[in-house]
């Protein structure tokens, strides 16, 4: 796990410091959430900030790709899962059913457990997985002696760290104000830039495109809609929905070597996503639909980080029931090689409809993987 050099942190509090007394009161918010994003004080030990996991530079993931899953500030803790992007989720709906469609919509984390940015905020502080903080006074306690913490007293007025209960609201708050900036989100891709007719997609990657978008070939776009919404809004090239792909088991996981205190099942571990989340098996193995901006950039893929390249995971989607079955898990380059996949690891509620069997040749898997990567924010002719 890569952290911010102790050196830089007080440079950047203060230039953002300086950025916030200018700023207006909402520009204030995303101001400070700034400042504790990537405040690496705020964990315990010391060490570990939310950029951590979510740097900008890697589109806000991971920026250690060496590991499938992301490591805690204590250097033998691993999580379960790949730290997905933050960059856009604050399009996301707050979690819900929905009746007409009966399936479970939007939220944040890979199982939608936290309904809301402010309470996914909330989570990573105390984690013993994450940043390890024993309960939500330590984190206040921490931003109490924080260079910036005269900017809460400045949004909400005198003594606002003084309760803890709250002080860790507006703490919560305040990071979702900054992911809910432009700077994360800034809709700046080559293709945004073609949809409004300031680029030119290459004949690959026109070919990716309608390859993406058709039905009865890749018909990526059921789940990660590309097409501008209803009053021109750009589109988030995700439906925020549930699924299960039949992913398989990832064995280079450190999370099955972790401790019994923190994963008392070891190697049987099994993730049911969704279906632990809303404690119904019927909606065991089910995950998150992610956006695909910025997808070429934010390796390893999928929940538990089994796909390491993206050509591999778009291989998958295609030929998933077609090859034969992996006598065991293996990673996804021994099952390459062995032109194999091994089972998944929720067997049932596999969607079995929407892929597995596209039928895609080499050169179409090709074509969707060049205009996936026209997806990557940054554009610049």
């Given amino acids: 796990m890569k952290i911010l050099i102790p050196a830089l942190i007080p440079a950047l509090i203060a230039a953002s410091l300086a950025g916030a007394v200018r700023a207006q009161p909402e ?32 589109a806000f993931t991971d920026p ?30 707050a979690f819900h059913f929905d009746p007409k469609e009966e399936h479970y919509v939007g939220g944040q984390f890979w199982d939608g457990r936290a309904a809301t940015l402010e309470e996914q905020a909330k989570g990573p502080f105390l984690n013993p997985l994450e940043m390890a903080n024993p309960d939500r006074k330590a984190v206040v306690d921490k931003v109490r002696r924080a260079p910036y913490a005269g900017l809460f007293d400045k949004l909400h007025g005198k003594g606002a760290l003084n309760n803890a209960d709250l002080a860790y609201e507006r703490i919560a708050a305040a990071l979702a104000a900054y992911e809910r900036s432009a700077e994360l989100q800034p809709f700046s891709s080559k293709y945004d830039a073609w949809l409004a007719g300031k680029a030119k997609l290459t004949k690959q990657e026109l ?37 299960n792909l039949g992913v398989p088991r990832n064995p280079d996981n450190p999370f099955y070597g972790q401790d019994r205190a923190h994963n008392p099942d070891g190697a049987r571990f099994v993730d049911r996503g969704l279906g632990a989340a809303v404690n119904k098996p019927a909606e065991d193995g089910k995950f998150k639909v992610p956006t695909l901006r910025n997808i070429a950039r934010t390796a390893p893929y999928m929940h538990n980080g089994y796909f390491t390249t993206l050509r591999g995971a778009v291989a998958f989607y295609n030929d998933r029931d077609a090859r034969k079955r992996c006598p ?17 690891e929720v067997a049932a509620n596999v969607n079995t409809e929407e892929l597995g069997r596209l039928g895609l040749s080499e050169r179409e898997v090709d074509d969707i993987v060049a205009f996936l990567r026209t997806l990557d924010d940054g554009y610049r002719k």
Wanted: glycine fraction near 8%.
């Fill in 328 to 344: 065991q898990d293996l990673p996804e380059a021994d099952a390459n090689r062995r032109k194999c996949w091994p089972a998944a």
């Fill in 207 to 243: 070919r990716g495109l309608k390859l993406y978008e058709a039905e009865k070939k890749g018909n990526c776009a059921a789940c990660h809609p590309s097409r501008r919404g209803p009053k021109g809004e750009p589109p988030l090239f995700t439906d925020f929905t549930y699924d």
């Fill in 64 to 93: 250690d790709t060496s590991r499938p899953t992301s490591k805690g500030v204590h250097p033998q803790r691993f999580g379960s899962r790949n730290a997905p992007s933050a960059m856009y989720m604050a399009h996301s709906p």
């Fill in 27 to 58: 520009g204030d918010a995303v101001a400070l959430g700034r400042l504790l994003f990537f405040d690496a004080t705020l964990s315990e030990p010391a060490g570990q900030s939310c950029a951590s996991c979510h740097a900008p530079a890697r």
